[in-house]
Antibody, heavy 117, light 111 residues
């Protein structure tokens, strides 16, 4: 069965960086992309961007351009999302999700990132 | 900027039918597929509708999706409501620059 297992919760100081991992199993990793979505406490879902696991092509949300980098490691079927220059409003649960041509079908369990001094 | 607008909340009784709307701010909502996600409290979202009206395997046929070009909106309809359907529901699509867009979410109360 398809599974996306994310790394554990993180606490970071303002200005620091965080890297969240998402290990995929149960399907051919390079046949799909990975989307990243975040959710601030008590708020709605926010699309962060997408990466093709086939060729590494990316499409980032304009508001995060320059601060976010998405990568994949096909040898371990793992996707990564790094966010730099963290601010308090980056505090959120970060989700990875399997994406097929813009269609999200499976989600990871989420990773809480807390930014606090 | 392209936006998707949903009602903040809806409520209905068990066994009844409820429809949640998702209205596009500009352009044609039919230009890109619309997806719907269910999120129960404390859980990750799950996909209940993709490509406007397709159900993933395991999603009951009580869930259906549609597009109305005349009102530039998408709709999620849940029939035969059950208490387990109580959750937040989000629509999602893409804008003309291929940027993902989520609606603000609708809290469904089944009482």
């Amino acid at each position: 069965q398809v599974q996306l297992v994310q790394s554990g919760a993180e606490v970071k100081k303002p200005g620091a960086s965080v890297k969240v991992s998402c290990k995929a199993s149960g399907y051919t990793f390079t046949s799909y992309g990975i989307s990243w979505v975040r959710q601030a406490p008590g708020q709605g879902l926010e699309w962060m961007g997408w990466i093709s696991a086939y060729n590494g092509n990316t499409n980032y949300a304009q508001k995060l351009q320059g601060r976010v980098t998405m990568t994949t490691d096909t040898s371990t079927s793992t996707a990564y999302m790094e966010l730099r220059s963290l601010r308090s409003d980056d505090t959120a649960v970060y989700y990875c999700a399997r994406d097929s041509l813009g269609i999200i079908d499976y989600w990871g369990q989420g990773t809480l990132v807390t930014v606090s001094s | 900027n392209f936006m998707l607008t949903q009602p903040h909340s809806v409520s209905e009784s068990p066994g009844k039918t409820v429809t949640i709307s998702c209205t596009g701010s500009s352009g044609s909502i039919a230009s890109n597929y619309v997806q719907w996600y269910q999120q129960r409290p404390g859980s990750a979202p799950t996909t209940v509708i993709y490509e406007d009206n397709q159900r993933p395997s395991g999603v009951p046929d009580r869930f259906s999706g549609s597009i109305d070009s005349s009102s530039n909106s998408a709709s999620l309809t849940i029939s035969g409501l059950k208490t387990e359907d109580e959750a937040d529901y989000y629509c999602q699509s893409y804008d003309s620059s291929n940027q993902g867009v989520f609606g603000g979410g609708t809290k469904l109360t089944v009482l």
